[in-house]
């Protein structure tokens, strides 16, 4: 049913819808109107979860952590400085093959202080072991929390993942959405099957110690089921499509990338802007496309590769920074097209909750065709 | 009632000979039975129980962080709750992971009374890293990082009164015992398992490795501790002591000098003045619970 949700709203929803049985969050701006959300669907009984309300984000995610080592399906949300909390945890979860969901509302991270997004926080976490998939819209947003429950739990992959969303960009914004009903949330996503638990009748030991002649191997099984999570999401991704009518199949999507020059690759909010300036672009006569990169954990490397061989050049929009270094996902776009002619420019902005509009997405195709690039853009020069 | 007979906590784990921690655990478990889940922090008993592909537990056991067991039961309640299972959870923890750096989640679970027990084995200092000071190591042991020297009596505070601060937190049993009376243990072990809500219980738990006395003396030294003073035994039902172990006291010294991390109180020569600190405590202890006989 068509609704007109705000993001958050949009996502608590989509979560009611996928049954979690404990839900353990702590508030933090601005992923508070989703676990608001949540605690009043339990209030009114229009779900039946389990509420925890912690005394911190690292608490959230070790509850989680534990009930679904009980055999519960777990929810949890947060943002930046929660996550950063959380950091420790979300290692261990990965390590322990628990399929625990969680929002990210994206923000930047202290100091300076700041609760407008970028995506330093979840980037921060790519090596973690968790699949980060990000959202352009709301109902992308509330759709991927549908899709990851089905990746997650698949008994060949038994990984976390992130959901990640811009904060107040999307958690804030109200748009039209498709809601499924439970009837067909309940066709796609079947009850939890916990591959194990912790349980008296059959009991096993969780989270011992490996010493050097086994803790290889844990981290290699962990890669590769890392890697599997491309076909998982390849499978029911498509599985969503025919049952809901928007297909995820692809781990990046094209957006009039087909007889492309410059091709713009970018994640989340930011690429509704992008293909706005596109149609303006193509309007005047510039051929440029965008690659959306939609799972970012696994990174797409053969997907990106693919999508873009016949590009002469490429910006990345990297919302973080890896100090010392280069934009994240700039980083392993050149890793995926290495040995290519393509010339990537990566341009590290708004960040902090800088907003970028049509006209800066038109300059930075223009400071990619000079061969200007691999820069902050958008700098007040004056500040500095 | 459990049937005690059965081992929970199988032998062949790498822990010291005479360690308290795992005696106190055997206990434990006999207290707690066959129908539990543990949880443990990261700490000696998780090294020495669970060295991959073995495993000491013959309960369900899951450790995760260093800090954070307490959530983790907080969230294993939460989930047998909403399937209706009826397993106890019972975290067992050494003192660094429940004093220190487990405080917040340990608080956050009591403030919201899950049904869990929590036991932490007190062995007084950071043991598996290498006997480095904790929020429960005693006034005046020389620990790694509060040693005795020229300068220093070793350590200079007070152990935190976990207890109390449980207890205040609106527990409904809290208790305290040790390894050297196994009865005590087991019986008050069973008491906070079938109290519903958030239950503690704080064993002192002798080591031998780190505190510098014999393997084959940890019942004594555990009796010596509570003989003096500077332990004792007791129960508090909805924040009130009801019950602690009376004993006819013992000097202070009669426990210290037995023990390596108090030696520099009798050598080179013996410091009455430091000892008589450390009587204080004792006495206090004996007056506010009133264990003199």
């Given at each position: 049913?068509?609704?007109i949700l705000e993001g958050s709203h949009a996502v608590a929803e989509a979560t009611r819808l996928c049954r979690p049985e404990v839900?353990?969050?702590?508030?933090?701006?601005?992923?508070?109107?989703?676990?608001?959300?949540?605690?009043?669907?339990?209030?009114?009984?229009?779900?039946?979860?389990?509420?925890?309300?912690?005394?911190?984000?690292?608490?959230?995610?070790?509850?989680?952590?534990?009930?679904?080592?009980?055999?519960?399906?777990?929810?949890?949300?947060?943002?930046?400085?929660?996550?950063?909390?959380?950091?420790?945890?979300?290692?261990?979860?990965?390590?322990?093959?628990?399929?625990?969901?969680?929002?990210?509302?994206?923000?930047?991270?202290?100091?300076?202080?700041?609760?407008?997004?970028?995506?330093?926080?979840?980037?921060?976490?790519?090596?973690?072991?968790?699949?980060?998939?990000?959202?352009?819209?709301?109902?992308?947003?509330?759709?991927?929390?549908?899709?990851?429950?089905?990746?997650?739990?698949?008994?060949?992959?038994?990984?976390?993942?992130?959901?990640?969303?811009?904060?107040?960009?999307?958690?804030?914004?109200?748009?039209?959405?498709?809601?499924?009903?439970?009837?067909?949330?309940?066709?796609?996503?079947?009850?939890?099957?916990?591959?194990?638990?912790?349980?008296?009748?059959?009991?096993?030991?969780?989270?011992?110690?490996?010493?050097?002649?086994?803790?290889?191997?844990?981290?290699?099984?962990?890669?590769?089921?890392?890697?599997?999570?491309?076909?998982?999401?390849?499978?029911?991704?498509?599985?969503?499509?025919?049952?809901?009518?928007?297909?995820?199949?692809?781990?990046?999507?094209?957006?009039?990338?087909?007889?492309?020059?410059?091709?713009?690759?970018?994640?989340?909010?930011?690429?509704?802007?992008?293909?706005?300036?596109?149609?303006?672009?193509?309007?005047?006569?510039?051929?440029?496309?965008?690659?959306?990169?939609?799972?970012?954990?696994?990174?797409?490397?053969?997907?990106?590769?693919?999508?873009?061989?016949?590009?002469?050049?490429?910006?990345?929009?990297?919302?973080?920074?890896?100090?010392?270094?280069?934009?994240?996902?700039?980083?392993?776009?050149?890793?995926?097209?290495?040995?290519?002619?393509?010339?990537?420019?990566?341009?590290?902005?708004?960040?902090?909750?800088?907003?970028?509009?049509?006209?800066?997405?038109?300059?930075?195709?223009?400071?990619?065709?000079?061969?200007?690039?691999?820069?902050?853009?958008?700098?007040?020069?004056?500040?500095? | 009632?459990?049937?005690?007979?059965?081992?929970?906590?199988?032998?062949?784990?790498?822990?010291?000979?005479?360690?308290?921690?795992?005696?106190?655990?055997?206990?434990?478990?006999?207290?707690?039975?066959?129908?539990?889940?543990?949880?443990?922090?990261?700490?000696?008993?998780?090294?020495?129980?669970?060295?991959?592909?073995?495993?000491?537990?013959?309960?369900?056991?899951?450790?995760?962080?260093?800090?954070?067991?307490?959530?983790?039961?907080?969230?294993?309640?939460?989930?047998?709750?909403?399937?209706?299972?009826?397993?106890?959870?019972?975290?067992?923890?050494?003192?660094?992971?429940?004093?220190?750096?487990?405080?917040?989640?340990?608080?956050?679970?009591?403030?919201?009374?899950?049904?869990?027990?929590?036991?932490?084995?007190?062995?007084?200092?950071?043991?598996?890293?290498?006997?480095?000071?904790?929020?429960?190591?005693?006034?005046?042991?020389?620990?790694?990082?509060?040693?005795?020297?020229?300068?220093?009596?070793?350590?200079?505070?007070?152990?935190?009164?976990?207890?109390?601060?449980?207890?205040?937190?609106?527990?409904?049993?809290?208790?305290?015992?040790?390894?050297?009376?196994?009865?005590?243990?087991?019986?008050?072990?069973?008491?906070?398992?079938?109290?519903?809500?958030?239950?503690?219980?704080?064993?002192?738990?002798?080591?031998?490795?780190?505190?510098?006395?014999?393997?084959?003396?940890?019942?004594?030294?555990?009796?010596?501790?509570?003989?003096?003073?500077?332990?004792?035994?007791?129960?508090?039902?909805?924040?009130?002591?009801?019950?602690?172990?009376?004993?006819?006291?013992?000097?202070?010294?009669?426990?210290?000098?037995?023990?390596?991390?108090?030696?520099?109180?009798?050598?080179?020569?013996?410091?009455?003045?430091?000892?008589?600190?450390?009587?204080?405590?004792?006495?206090?202890?004996?007056?506010?619970?009133?264990?003199?006989?």
């Amino acid at each position: 049913m068509k609704q007109i949700l705000e993001g958050s709203h949009a996502v608590a929803e989509a979560t009611r819808l996928c049954r979690p049985e404990v839900i353990a969050a702590y508030p933090i701006t601005p992923q508070t109107h989703i676990v608001e959300a949540l605690a009043q669907m339990v209030a009114d009984c229009r779900l039946q979860s389990e509420y925890i309300c912690v005394e911190s984000e690292f608490s959230a995610l070790s509850a989680c952590l534990g009930a679904s080592a009980a055999g519960s399906r777990t929810y949890s949300a947060t943002t930046s400085q929660g996550l950063a909390l959380m950091f420790e945890v979300c290692f261990n979860v990965a390590g322990m093959r628990l399929p625990i969901v969680m929002t990210i509302a994206n923000r930047a991270l202290s100091a300076p202080l700041s609760i407008w997004n970028d995506q330093q926080d979840s980037i921060a976490l790519r090596d973690s072991g968790w699949i980060q998939l990000y959202a352009e819209d709301n109902q992308e947003a509330l759709d991927l929390h549908i899709l990851a429950y089905r990746v997650c739990e698949d008994h060949d992959i038994l990984l976390p993942a992130f959901v990640c969303f811009d904060g107040f960009i999307l958690t804030h914004t109200y748009e039209p959405v498709d809601m499924p009903t439970q009837e067909e949330v309940d066709a796609y996503l079947p009850a939890f099957n916990p591959y194990q638990k912790l349980d008296a009748k059959d009991p096993i030991s969780f989270g011992m110690y490996a010493t050097p002649d086994y803790y290889l191997e844990f981290r290699y099984e962990n890669q590769r089921a890392m890697l599997r999570t491309k076909e998982a999401i390849r499978k029911y991704g498509a599985l969503f499509g025919e049952q809901f009518g928007r297909d995820y199949s692809g781990l990046v999507e094209g957006y009039k990338l087909e007889d492309a020059e410059v091709a713009i690759i970018a994640m989340g909010s930011i690429c509704g802007t992008v293909k706005d300036a596109i149609d303006e672009m193509r309007a005047d006569g510039k051929k440029v496309g965008l690659l959306k990169i939609r799972c970012y954990r696994p990174f797409p490397d053969e997907e990106i590769a693919a999508a873009l061989s016949h590009i002469k050049t490429v910006a990345v929009l990297d919302k973080n920074i890896s100090l010392g270094s280069k934009g994240a996902v700039a980083l392993e776009v050149k890793d995926a097209l290495y040995g290519s002619s393509i010339d990537v420019y990566d341009y590290i902005l708004g960040l902090g909750g800088r907003d970028i509009r049509k006209k800066d997405i038109k300059a930075i195709v223009d400071l990619a065709e000079k061969g200007s690039g691999d820069m902050f853009y958008g700098l007040r020069e004056e500040l500095l | 009632m459990v049937d005690k007979t059965l081992e929970l906590f199988e032998c062949g784990h790498r822990a010291c000979g005479g360690c308290g921690a795992s005696s106190a655990v055997r206990m434990i478990l006999k207290g707690a039975g066959e129908d539990t889940i543990v949880v443990s922090p990261t700490g000696c008993l998780e090294v020495f129980s669970t060295p991959y592909p073995e495993t000491a537990w013959k309960v369900p056991w899951i450790h995760s962080l260093f800090e954070n067991a307490s959530a983790v039961a907080s969230g294993i309640e939460a989930s047998l709750k909403r399937q209706g299972r009826k397993e106890k959870v019972v975290v067992i923890g050494g003192d660094g992971a429940t004093v220190d750096i487990g405080m917040l989640c340990l608080s956050g679970a009591f403030e919201r009374n899950h049904d869990i027990t929590y036991i932490c084995y007190d062995n007084e200092a950071y043991m598996n890293t290498g006997i480095q000071r904790s929020g429960a190591t005693p006034f005046d042991a020389s620990t790694t990082t509060s040693p005795a020297g020229s300068c220093s009596m070793g350590n200079k505070h007070q152990k935190k009164d976990i207890p109390a601060i449980l207890a205040a937190h609106g527990a409904p049993y809290v208790a305290t015992a040790t390894m050297a009376y196994p009865t005590d243990l087991m019986k008050k072990v069973e008491t906070a398992v079938n109290t519903p809500g958030a239950c503690y219980i704080q064993v002192h738990a002798p080591c031998c490795t780190g505190w510098g006395f014999d393997g084959s003396k940890t019942i004594e030294v555990g009796k010596l501790a509570v003989e003096t003073g500077l332990w004792v035994n007791y129960e508090m039902i909805d924040g009130v002591v009801k019950k602690a172990k009376k004993v006819k006291r013992k000097p202070v010294e009669d426990y210290l000098s037995v023990q390596k991390r108090f030696r520099h109180l009798f050598k080179p020569q013996k410091n009455d003045e430091e000892i008589a600190k450390v009587q204080a405590i004792a006495d206090r202890n004996a007056e506010k619970f009133g264990i003199d006989l």
